[in-house]
């Protein structure tokens, strides 16, 4: 059936933000209500408001954009420039930025709501519809009951595995028991996570995301439980831990594999009673949130080897969900590359690009082994270079990681390692096998680490290691040099 009513115009929302991943949920979940264009730093936002006037009608400013991420001044310098050249335009703050201090500064510049992040897309959908109705501007965005927006929008993809993916979304969401996504790195676990909250009864609750890789394991205790008032230096005041603020919300609990050992078991405690300790206090303290975890790591294999708890791994894989790569999903690397060229276009103020025959063939083709995250950075990349242009299979090809030069390398490397080990021991008797392993070793750890750009995590990962080994590498190591 054609349906020729002419629809209400959506409000045009300028979206400023530098992480992808925000960029991408948010455009998804709001473009829903909204014409969203999205910019990553000042310069860009200023470059879409001059390109776009009158047309857009709010602002969703992060306040720490680059050159200083995390620092609020750039985001407040970008409040004033909006307003001097739309002052009609309304402007609500999403930051990380904690206090009020920071509320206030930006109300005192212009901005219209300050809110905190992290915050669930039907509160901030509810605020901004406030923000347009406050303002009498006509909107076809009416405040969201529970459960309206649509959590699986940000999963991309009809074919057979996105389609049972979604299923076991609907079927776990609402379930009180942990939940493991597994799955390659760039697959989009963190939004298969956040589909899992707002699809649940506890959507109204707080949903809380730590990195278990992204801090030292030194800070994992702390951060996860909180810690008493002097329970170690620079404990100046009792603070509350991840568990303690997510209540009976929603605890999403990213690269699960890099959790220390020792940390292991008290996770296991928490997921078993719900019980846990502030660091530094002997009162058990009760939490009721639910646990999701994910890994791109084999946790099962892990375990049978030692390298994970096996008591743990049973307890938070009641339930598994598995993020399929791209590589398997055929004809959803076309609906993804027009979302994103869909997404970023606009905000370089460019045409979308096109592809010729065989550039379109090689997409469908290329096993995409970094998968959506590397899709979506292709997708960017050629925005930029070949803005409203055919671009072809040569210009396509530079973008792409294919790897051939990778194997007659690597099958080189092997074929002379025996043919070098006997040329060293028949010209060497004063070999020593345990000194030639840590040159070896060392060898392999700075390169990894050169190549991780000094994230020991990603180097962790990059030697087959997990991360608090590699740690303990780098102290032996330094110890014998």
């Given at each position: ?17 530098d ?17 969203v ?52 335009m ?48 006509e909107?076809?965005?009416t ?6 927006v ?45 589909a ?10 707080a ?5 278990c ?41 990213d ?73 398997d ?46 899709l ?14 055919a ?13 051939v ?74 110890r014998?040099?």
């Amino acid at each position: 059936m054609n349906d020729t009513a002419p629809r209400p115009a959506k409000p045009g929302l300028l979206l400023v933000d530098d992480d992808p991943l925000i960029v991408d949920t948010l455009g998804i979940v709001l473009g829903q209500y909204y014409e969203v264009t999205c910019a990553d730093c000042h310069d860009a936002a200023i470059k879409v408001l001059d390109g776009l006037g009158q047309r857009l009608h709010l602002a969703l400013v992060d306040l720490g954009l680059p050159p200083k991420p995390h620092a609020p001044d750039e985001g407040y310098r970008l409040i004033a420039s909006l307003l001097a050249r739309a002052p009609s335009m309304k402007i609500v703050v999403l930051s990380g930025q904690s206090g009020d201090a920071a509320a206030r500064h930006a109300r005192a510049l212009g901005a219209t709501e300050f809110v905190a992040k992290p915050t669930r897309p039907a509160d901030l959908l509810r605020i901004l519809g406030k923000v347009m109705a406050a303002a009498g501007a006509e909107s076809a965005v009416t405040e969201p009951v529970a459960g309206r927006v649509d959590a699986l929008g940000a999963l991309i993809g009809e074919s057979p595995p996105m389609q049972n993916l979604k299923t076991q979304i609907r079927l776990y969401a609402n379930s009180p028991f942990p939940v493991l996504i597994e799955g390659e790195s760039g697959s989009g676990k963190e939004i298969v996570a956040a589909a899992l909250h707002t699809l649940s009864a506890r959507r109204d609750k707080a949903y809380l995301a730590l990195n278990c890789a992204a801090i030292a394991p030194s800070l994992v205790e702390p951060t996860l439980f909180g810690y008493a008032k002097g329970a170690f230096t620079g404990a100046n005041t009792a603070t509350a831990g991840y568990f303690e603020e997510a209540q009976s919300g929603t605890l999403f609990l990213d690269e699960i594999g890099e959790l220390p050992l020792e940390l292991q078991a008290k996770l296991l405690r928490v997921l078993e009673n719900g019980e846990y300790n502030r660091v530094g206090e002997t009162q058990p303290r009760k939490s009721l949130a639910r646990i999701v975890a994910a890994t791109n790591r084999d946790l099962r294999r892990e375990a049978k080897s030692g390298g994970f708890r096996t008591d743990l791994y049973h307890r938070l894989s009641v339930f598994c969900v598995r993020v399929p790569a791209l590589r398997d999903l055929g004809d959803d690397k076309r609906l993804l590359l027009e979302h994103f060229r869909g997404l970023y276009a606009p905000a370089a103020g460019a045409g979308e690009f096109t592809f010729d025959a065989p550039a379109s063939r090689l997409w469908l083709d290329y096993p995409f082994p970094g998968n959506v995250r590397e899709l979506r950075n292709i997708v960017i990349r050629l925005v930029t270079k070949y803005p409203g242009a055919a671009v072809g299979l040569a210009g396509l090809e530079q973008e792409l990681d294919s790897g051939v030069t990778l194997a007659p390398a690597a099958e080189r490397a092997a074929d002379s390692l025996d043919a070098s080990a006997f040329e060293e021991l028949g010209r060497d008797r004063g070999f020593d096998l345990d000194a030639k392993l840590n040159d070896w070793e060392r060898a392999y750890v700075s390169a990894a680490l050169r190549l991780a750009n000094g994230n020991v995590s990603q180097a962790a990962r990059l030697l087959g290691l997990n991360r608090t080994t590699l740690y303990s590498r780098l102290a032996a190591l330094e110890r014998e040099s």
